[in-house]
Structure formats: C-alpha cells, structure tokens
C-alpha cells in the first residue's frame, strides 16, 4: 500500500490555460474526494465519487471544472480557462465505503496550483 | 450544514510541555466521527486521532488525546510531551458516517502550533 499519489506536485500555469490533474487512490479504496484549501484555510470539498460515479459537486465547482474517475480507479481534475483565483492546493484524499458508513480519509500530497 | 471552528489561529508551546487545542462544531446529526489531522509546513495532511460520536471514552493515540464533550459540541486536542516535529497546523474535521452524503469532511481553518526548544 503505497498512499494517496497525486501529479504533478507542482503546476504553473498562465490565466486562460487548462490544466489536469491526476489522482491515485489507495487500491481498494471505493470512495475518491477532491478539496481545494487556499493558504492559511482549511480545506474546502469540491467533489466526490463512489466508484465510477460522481456523487456530488459542490457550488465551488465551477463549469470550468470538472472531474472524472474512469473505472472506478484513478480520478482526474481538470480546470479549463484557468483564473488568478484558482491558484490553490489541490487535495485528493480516498476511502472505504461500507453501507453501515464510511471511514476516514487518507490524502494525498497535494498538487499546488500557481496561475500568473 | 455542518460547522466547525477553531478559535485559535496560533499557538505555541515549549517543548515537553502540554498545549492543548480547541475545536467547536455544529451538527444536527447524530452518527459522525470527528477527526484532528496534522498537516505539517509543505507536507502532507496526515490524521492524528479519530473518535467516533457514539463512543463516551475519548480516544487516546500515545502523546495525544481528545476531550469529546457531545452535548458542548466540543472536541478538543491535547498534546502531550510536545516535540519539536508536532510543529505543524493542525485541523478539526467532521465526518457524517452514514447515510446520505456520508463520507466527505468538513474542516475548521486550523491552529497554526510551534514548538519551541
């Protein structure tokens, strides 16, 4: 068991570019979360997926974004026409879902955001 | 919606000494876990201790224990024998286990700590 992986670390990147981001979970893990947390904030929830499906997104999550976990495995984040105001560490973090509940959440390292 | 605050921006404490971390929360639910994660300078958001809404006894992991006041809605860290490495922010988290929306955390803007030598 290797962790919650996320690339690129790093990501500068010029207003109006789109950016991706990728995800891995830990393996058998069904549940998949991204938070975005600005400096000096907590994070923030943006999204989440059960499997393949995406659950829920929160009003954060601008059309400008959006997430995918294909086959339930890995999960990518993409911002299109990105803006000052998305610079930010992005969080993903993974867990077990049984029908009683769910557990806690395991992050990963984060992929900081700079948008110049 | 779930609320939870953390009232000090920063502490700080010498080392080997006691500090003790507050963390107030706002639910109407009933079946939830309350979570301290350690997120130390550029590095990765670890969890530090978990307790479960329907146990009494707080939970304890080595040098760090909570005081889980239900009915207050409060939840507390202390940190015992403080250690230069327990340098880090430090964040409160709510948690619905189960149900509807289970799963995703709802997180105070955390308490910035330093331990001094």
């Known amino acids: 068991d290797t962790g919650v992986s996320q690339n690129p670390r790093h990501k500068i990147t010029k207003r109006g570019q789109n950016v991706t981001f990728r995800c891995d979970p830990i393996s058998e893990h069904n549940r998949l979360y991204w938070y975005r947390q600005t400096l000096g904030q907590g994070p923030e929830f943006l999204t989440y997926f059960q499997n393949e499906a995406q659950l829920e997104k929160s009003r954060l999550l601008s059309d400008r974004f959006s997430a995918e976990r294909p086959k339930g495995s890995f999960s990518t984040l993409e911002i299109q026409r990105t803006e000052q105001g998305d610079s930010a560490m992005y969080l993903c973090?993974?867990?077990?879902?049984?029908?009683?509940?769910?557990?806690?959440?395991?992050f990963g390292p984060g992929t900081r955001l700079t948008v110049t | 919606a779930q609320t939870v605050t953390q009232s000090q921006p920063e502490m700080s404490v010498q080392e080997a000494e006691t500090v003790t971390l507050s963390c107030t929360y706002d639910t109407s639910e009933s079946n939830y876990y309350l979570f301290w994660y350690k997120q130390p300078p550029s590095r990765q958001m670890i969890l530090v201790i978990r307790?479960?809404?329907?146990?009494?006894q707080n939970a304890t992991e080595n040098r760090f224990s909570v005081n889980f006041q239900k009915a207050a809605k409060s939840f507390s860290l202390k940190i015992s024998d403080s250690q230069l490495g327990d340098t880090a922010m430090y964040f409160c988290a709510f948690m619905k286990h189960g149900g509807t929306n289970a799963g995703k955390s709802t997180f105070g803007d955390g308490t910035t700590l330093t331990v001094k030598p």
């Open positions: 307790q479960e809404a329907y146990k009494q």
């Open positions: 973090a993974s867990s077990l879902w049984f029908t009683q509940g769910t557990y806690e959440q395991y």
